[in-house]
């Protein structure tokens, strides 16, 4: 089974930045994509951002320009870089992982347990 870890959430003052790093572990053939959503109280859970192995990030529009994600392919890594924070960015933020398992090169699409971020003064 693929485990997904996200980590570096915390409470950030607006006008901040933040990082969070996300590590997938397991019997894990490919990565194809790795990628960020979050989800706020009262809401559906929302892309952020994401990056297909060999392919060029997409963004939401909400943080596109103060956002970069980035991947880390030896370590099974991605991570997100937000800057210039608002308080509508407050959310848990949940790590996306899919590719193919070592076994029988069986698809997966694992979401990890979310790491909450609060942007306020």
């Known amino acids: 089974q693929v485990h997904v870890v996200e980590s570096g959430g915390g409470l950030v003052q607006p006008g901040g930045s933040l990082r969070l790093s996300c590590v997938a572990s397991g019997p894990i053939l490919s990565i194809t994509t790795m990628g960020w959503y979050r989800q706020a109280p009262g809401n559906q859970r929302e892309l952020v951002a994401t990056?297909?192995?060999?392919?060029?990030?997409n963004y939401a529009d909400s943080v596109r320009g103060r956002s970069t994600i980035s991947r880390d392919n030896a370590k099974n890594m991605v991570i997100l870089e937000m800057n210039r924070l608002k308080p509508e960015d407050t959310a848990v933020y949940y790590c996306?992982?899919?590719?193919?398992?070592?076994?029988?090169?069986?698809?997966?699409?694992?979401w990890g347990q979310g790491t909450q971020v609060t942007v306020s003064s």
């Open positions: 990056l297909i192995s060999g392919g060029s990030p």
């Open positions: 996306n992982v899919a590719g193919k398992l070592l076994t029988g090169f069986r698809p997966y699409d694992q």
